[in-house]
């Protein structure tokens, strides 16, 4: 036994001595821009809440209005118990809201995006002779879901249309599966997908469009990146995720009827665990209709207004800024330890920005990753502004 332990220290051992570990802090009140953490007040940049729908009374209250009508779990799998109205009724209401960019849409409710990801993965590419062709930037659920599957995986360059061209042209995969990021969570950059979708539709391949930081956030109606570049497609196998912009949690797949279908015969993820509680999927329902509304038009308009203040204020010299026109504002500091000690300074004054490090990016793009939210204010960026340019000079 203790040379096992002794092994697992070794381990610890070794992410402490390159500045990797990671420390957990406990937030006391609701996810929103002034939390109570570990006993104190932090302005936090560092939620995927983009919407601030996570703590909004009318989605709070249909979670309560939820538990009330169907109880705090679900008590089994969709396939055998676990399938209620109100996951039925979100079902239906996403497909009907993601149906203008997919022919014959129906939509699968998730207990997680993780495991909306391994299942579109490991369900499409579930033949040794199906290609995954996957992004390098792919968030770890898709890379995950592709080692999953039975498919064979090849990995082009980020953002590079023509490097896939070349791996389509060259593949005689009878299966070939397209899979990306819509919004790249740690950079805010945005894929080329109406470049990406016209070569799917070229070489038949599908599509799989993670939406994790598009959806309720892009497009004028709040649809996502689909919406945003105008596309519509059979190809497109849409993920969107619930638990970010949505506020409350689980994600679905929104595609053909035939591969929904394929899903729920096939995906493990799906199938082999239980359903989330139905009171998430009521609550959702109010998500969605806020999103929808004109409360969330006017939400996206106030996010994109602290997005080009953000923008316009940063004054900053060493630390790179790649473009971002999204709620995703990294600044890419580089090493590990002045990642952590930029982020330390934050803190001391009261502001909770994450430093994010590999191996969750590449090795030597250590950075923090600002994420704005609706529920901000003008004068919480403009605090926030200050700070990181008065970091900035201090350290140079
Ligand atoms: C957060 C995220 C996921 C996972 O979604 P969860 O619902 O949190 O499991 C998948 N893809 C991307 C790009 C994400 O950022």
Redesign the pocket.
Known sequence: MPDLIDNVRAQLDALESHSLTRRRRTAETPCAPRQIVDGRELLAFCS?DYLGLAAHPRVVEALREGATLYGAGSGASHLVSGHSRAHAELEERLAAFEAPHLESSRALYFC??????LAALTGLGATADAMIFSEAL??A??IDGARLARAGVTVYPHGDVAALEAQLEASVAPVKIVVT?S???MDGDLAPLPALLALCERHGAWLVV?D??GFGVLGDAGRGALEHFGLRSPNIVY?G????AAGV???FIAAHEAVIELMIQRARPYIYTTAAAPALAHALLASVDIIEGEEGAARRAHLRALIAQLDDGLRLERWQRPASTTAIQPIIIGANDEALAAAARLHEQGLWVPAIRPPTVAVGTARLRVTLSAAHTEQDVAQLTAALNQLERMRA
């Open positions: 995927n997680t995006g993780y495991m909306a990801n792919n968030h659920s898709l990021d919004v790249f969570s993670d994790a930081h993920v995720t619930l638990g970010k949690g689980g994600a």
